[in-house]
């Protein structure tokens, strides 16, 4: 099987899709000809033709609104945007519109859209090119949100996404576009060809939504996390010697919540992980999730870590990061008491 | 130093407020049939006066005159004028209901009939029409059946939209009606995707939308328009300008700098300024625009200008805004009065077939409420099922909602 | 002292801000000649001037952008979004711009705005004019929130708000604009007049931001509510006879944790109610918070009482609504184990 | 049935690729001094075909020529050009630095300084700009110290923005320069804030804001204009319209139907279209707009018809999407080259003189890097201290920031 990296990965996902459906279709800033700024849809304007991938003007609410037109039509639309941090000014279309025209149209119309944005820290972008915006699409009904961690898994969610009949939102953790990072900025780039995730079928399979995986398994702790922490959870885990469990939880909404449960009834122990602003972030609606649903087997608090409550600094890439050494901090913490 | 001028904050008045003399003197109404019609192939920037004159067919002694005159069958005719005094009929029931309690909310189209209706009957069947919340008009003139749309108002058992929409905020596939969205303007860059999207397909169908004045404020529209620019997508976009956004008036939103219509120049975009009561006007615009769109040539921006006759909502009480008397000094008249006028000028009807017209549209919507009402009011427990409250977020149920479901015992 | 509305609350505290402050500045959709669809701003433009309060375009984004240059030219502009259901289309300015001018300009700039809306259910708004958005600003870093629950408060908060250097979100329950309500809607409505703290000076006075208030004193049981809520969980309290403490948030960001933490130690329960829908909701930063400062304290799980994770429907206003029946389930369970 | 086409979708497409030749035959370029200055209190609708055409004022013989001819002194066009050549200077230096492995990330200014240089030396001092990241002219042609600009690409200990910000998304309010945002077009309606600010106060500060071609079409762009349409504010709305948005060409935006200046028609605002490459008619333009917007008359929206001669930044390389000598067959040419040539042509500079200019601007560079890195790079760990990253979230420290400050041991 090929090794991919989880940009070729998803750009195989996209040609499937293309060449699978004339439905599908594929547009944003600089997507086109280009083939996108982390060349994401590169080569694809070329074999598919100029009305199947093609650019946009730089306005977010238009392009999303012509989406969801375009899925009430019965299209599958596509659309990136250029990062996550370029996300609000669509928020209104996103959360009004596209999560609601199923609901408020009595299922009359639905919006089959898939949004594609690189998110998060790792890469020096300051606080516009970082941001982890989940948690602002988990609290709106009707909308699905999907963090791969892995070419593989980056593949399979995406396709699913494609295939699925409701709005997605797909956050890709732009620091793992070329490999796999596990927080340790300062030591060598790994390539994916390396991980084993990184073998990905040339052809169509789907990776279902909804489920999580277990990245690592452990006793002691669990930890819930997703997207690029996933890798830092790991690295923790061995660089402590803690027998962390390493849930990859994958799809945020709707949940996996057997498989949290099913972890955290066993360790007793919780460690919740993501790189978004900690204060109302969706590491808090895993805590309210896990206590609601394993009080009685917790043995300790449920501990966070999380970006800082500031914005994302570019000067203090790796202060802000939550990298190896907050998550094992965590780790203790939660093995404490 | 240079002697400067000290700056200072202009906040747009209306010249009319309650108590004052309803005053239009400053809108000029230019003769009906003063102006030609240019080919619909025509380059943007040889139609840029269309944006700022009006186009009317309709004149003084209800003859209808010049290149615009769309020459219908009166048969054609007498069908919008059903429609529109229905439109009529209907809402006037409804606010009725309103104050009756048995509906919460209810958005009039008084004044406007013409906007939604002529266009409804100009464009084709499987064009997609995708409105704001006053064109109950255009579904109207469609054929959608009365008591599907008042079972909505009434959000009883037969709902269509099983309870979870305001009253008007409809959708109506079947009839190419789109799902009304309570937040403005989202649905205008929508139409210019759907109509991107036929012309994906290769098919032949047109996206129309219609838009407040004051909504034309919202980012919205712009990328509405600046997208059927772009990608040349066959779709019409009306601004319905009535004037006033619930008690603001239209200079609010830049209508006492220029014309509504002329936001299209800027875009590269035709532009076409409308006399919105005038039916045989809207219905001639509309038929250019649609076969300009059809012939791969792009969208147009039409500006149907015409005056919101009664209250925003069953919310609102326009009078502590406005003269309460304005509509009737309005020049552009009532849509109703001047079709009819019409067709009576042309021998094609009589008052005494009016009266008839309105009678039976009056008798029709009264057995529509009744028979609604014999389905069931919200207000008398008649409604979707709870568990209609639960279903449709997603295609299928996941597990949370449904355990919620479980537990709000649905 | 008189008696006020919340109404006359809201429009006391711009009226007397407004003659204190000649930076001071209100607009907004329909808020001028008119006085506002809720009428918050009645007579403040007869009083104070047209270029004191006036009318704004309908351009949520564009209204909030224009007070942001105010702010950056030294006055305090206070903005109306018509409903919080609105408040989308601004989404961008608010959080990309006014929370983050401060940090980016190293304190160059900064943005005193407050930005009002009325927000929540119980006025059979459907789901386009109910919708509680609150947990979409206090993940924001830079951003404050305030939710009121009585004239006193909110006249109280409206002023501190308008004198806070940094932007607010000021979220008023709109079901209270007119009296308390306990979301028995089938009960004859109550005026403000007969609650105590419809008491409300005449002229300036400040409640701190930051700082809740128990609504309520009790033993069994704590609730952290804020809005309408409030009144809800009190109800609850009374008809079941549970001794519960009531704890009314008031600002939501900065979080007052010291009266949280203070309440669930005593108590060892907890229940969190909003109606915003339950999933990443506020409530479930508050149950995070909980579990991490009180842990050994919990005698049982915090129980999430909310809106359901669906739109909020029209027919369906009272089965959507989180009343004082689910309140009151939510205190049992939590004081079943 | 109608015999109907078939629509088809429309993806606008430059016509040059990588290996094309540049062709710029399609761009119709009057000649200098062909158009007049109208009176900067004209009514709009008259104004209208300026937003078509291209002022102009250096004609072929490097002569100032026609009614906008800002009849400056040399002195003052020697400063001009320093000012450009400086920015230049600091833009080559940066992208080296850069390619170092210095600094992050960098955006060049070249081909476009008489736009940003030009109106910072035609307003007043306390005018206000509202920029994107292309205008480091107009804070060097402001005075602003070369060293706390390089200290904040640098992202060093001195850096003013204490680390937190992008290479060259600067704020000097001591410069009259707002707080440069990663997010496209935010500052547009902003500057129109602050003018309306300016107005309500009863002051005579203008507001300046500048917008790339390609993020008009963002929904801010449009709120500016409308916002500066209905209040009238005092501020000038400037489109650098450099032919490119990183891949997409201006067509994306919509450059293919009209030009960017005439999306001013639409909310009955004056538009000019300007020769960008032109110091002298950048310059006349901008003056004749702030004469306006003194004058209470409200806001002007001004293309900057330029051409971006590099990269969109560091991080791109613009052989993939376009032919990589387009800049040398670009019709308008140099600013630098133009003014230089035109001091000369009048008698007040040299060839010498320039070289002397150009070999000051880059010791003068040289010196404020070395300066710079004696101060440090972040790379060796010069910055504001890791304190500086929970400061300024809020004017006063809430207990949880205080609570994470503590926990990263800052
Ligand atoms: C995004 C948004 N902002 C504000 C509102 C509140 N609102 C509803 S209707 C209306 C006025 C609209 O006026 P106009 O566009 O002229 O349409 P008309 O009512 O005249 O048909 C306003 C402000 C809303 N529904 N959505
Ligand atoms: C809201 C938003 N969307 C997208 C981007 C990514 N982006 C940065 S610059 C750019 C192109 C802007 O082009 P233009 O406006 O023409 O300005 P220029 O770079 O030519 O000066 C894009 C798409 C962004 N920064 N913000
Ligand atoms: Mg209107
Ligand atoms: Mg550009």
Not at chain 1, 271 to 280: D, I, M, N
Not at chain 1, 282 to 287: K, M, N, S, T
Not at chain 2, 96 to 113: A, P
Not at chain 2, 249 to 265: C, H, K, L, N
Request: glycine fraction near 8%; hydrophobic fraction near 40%; include cysteine.
């Amino acid at each position: 099987m090929p090794t991919m990296t989880m940009i070729q990965a998803l750009n195989s996902a996209l040609d499937v899709m293309l060449a699978k459906d004339p439905d599908v279709l594929v547009f944003g800033e600089d997507i086109g000809y280009f083939g996108g700024v982390f060349r994401v849809t590169e080569g694809l304007q070329k074999k598919h033709g100029q009305t199947r991938c093609f650019d946009s003007p730089i306005g977010e609410a238009g392009l999303v609104a012509a989406a969801i037109g375009m899925g009430a039509y019965g299209l599958r639309p596509i659309v990136e945007i250029q990062f996550a941090d370029y996300i609000y000014p669509a928020y209104d279309q996103i959360v009004s519109e596209a999560a609601r025209i199923r609901y408020r149209s009595a299922g009359e119309f639905h919006v089959p859209l898939t949004i594609r944005t690189p998110y998060g820290g790792g890469i020096y972008g300051g606080q516009t090119h970082s941001q982890s915006p989940e948690a602002l699409f988990t609290h709106v009904a009707g909308l699905k949100t999907v963090v791969p961690s892995n070419p593989y898994d980056a593949k399979g969610l995406l396709i699913s996404a494609i295939e699925d009949d409701d709005p997605v939102i797909f956050l890709e953790p732009k620091r793992l576009y070329n490999g796999p990072f596990d927080g340790h900025h300062d030591k060598a780039v790994t390539p994916w060809a390396k991980h084993k995730l990184s073998e990905v079928p040339d052809g169509h399979y789907a990776v279902p939504l909804g489920k999580a995986a277990v990245a690592r398994a452990g006793s002691a702790v669990t930890v819930l996390t997703y997207g690029t922490m996933v890798h830092v959870a790991i690295a923790a885990a061995e660089e402590t010697g803690i027998d962390a469990e390493v849930v990859d939880l994958r799809t945020l909404m709707p949940i996996d919540i057997e498989t949290i449960v099913r972890s955290v009834q066993k360790t007793g122990r919780c460690v919740v992980a993501h790189e978004a602003t900690l204060t109302s972030g969706f590491g808090a609606e895993l805590c309210a999730l896990v206590q609601e649903h394993c009080f009685w087997h917790l043995e300790a608090p449920i501990e966070r870590v999380a970006g800082w409550d500031t914005p994302y600094p570019h000067a203090f890439e790796w202060d802000y990061f939550p990298g190896p050494k907050r998550l094992a901090d965590g780790l203790k913490r939660a093995l404490e008491n | 130093m240079r002697n400067r001028s000290t700056l200072s904050l202009r906040i747009p008045q209306p010249h009319r407020r309650p108590g004052d003399k309803p005053d239009f003197s400053t809108i000029a109404i230019p003769p009906a049939g003063s102006l030609e019609r240019p080919a619909t192939d025509a380059n943007h920037r040889d139609l840029i006066p269309y944006a700022y004159g009006l186009i009317r067919v309709l004149n003084e002694d209800h003859k209808a005159v010049g290149a615009w005159n769309p020459r219908l069958d009166p048969a054609v005719l007498i069908k919008g004028l059903r429609d529109m005094v229905l439109t009529r009929a209907f809402d006037d029931r409804m606010v009725r209901v309103q104050r009756q309690g048995k509906i919460s909310f209810y958005v009039k189209s008084t004044g406007e009939e013409a906007t939604a209706v002529a266009f409804a009957n100009a464009i084709e069947k499987n064009d997609m029409c995708f409105p704001s919340y006053r064109q109950q008009g255009f579904l109207i003139a469609r054929g959608c059946p009365l008591v599907e749309m008042m079972c909505q108002c009434f959000s009883n058992a037969r709902d269509p939209m099983k309870g979870r929409q305001l009253p008007v905020l409809y959708s109506f596939r079947e009839y190419g009606y789109f799902t009304i969205s309570g937040n403005l303007g989202t649905q205008a860059p929508q139409a210019v995707g759907w109509a991107m999207a036929s012309a994906y397909k290769g098919d032949d169908r047109i996206a129309v939308t219609f838009i407040g004045e004051g909504t034309t404020a919202e980012g919205d529209f712009h990328h509405a328009l600046n997208f059927a620019a772009v990608y040349r997508a066959p779709v019409i976009l009306n601004v319905v300008n009535n004037q006033w956004a619930i008690s603001s008036f239209s200079g609010m939103a830049g209508g006492d700098e220029t014309t509504f219509a002329s936001r299209a120049i800027g875009y590269g975009l035709p532009g076409l300024r409308v006399d919105g009561n005038d039916y045989l006007a809207v219905y001639a615009a509309a038929q250019w625009a649609a076969e300009r769109a059809r012939a791969n040539l792009g969208a147009t921006v039409i500006e149907l200008f015409t005056y919101r006759a009664e209250g925003h909502s069953t919310s609102d009480d326009p009078s502590r805004y406005r003269p309460s008397d304005e509509w009737r000094a309005w020049p552009l008249g009532d849509p109703i009065d001047r079709l009819k006028n019409h067709l009576i000028a042309i021998g094609a009807w009589s008052e005494k077939q009016h009266q008839a017209l309105i009678d039976e549209a009056v008798t029709l919507v009264r057995e529509t409420q009744r028979e609604t009402e014999s389905i069931g009011t919200l207000a008398d427990g008649s409604r979707a099922p709870v568990s209609a409250m639960f279903e449709d977020v997603f295609a299928e149920m996941p597990w949370h909602i449904a355990e919620q479901k479980k537990a709000a015992g649905a």
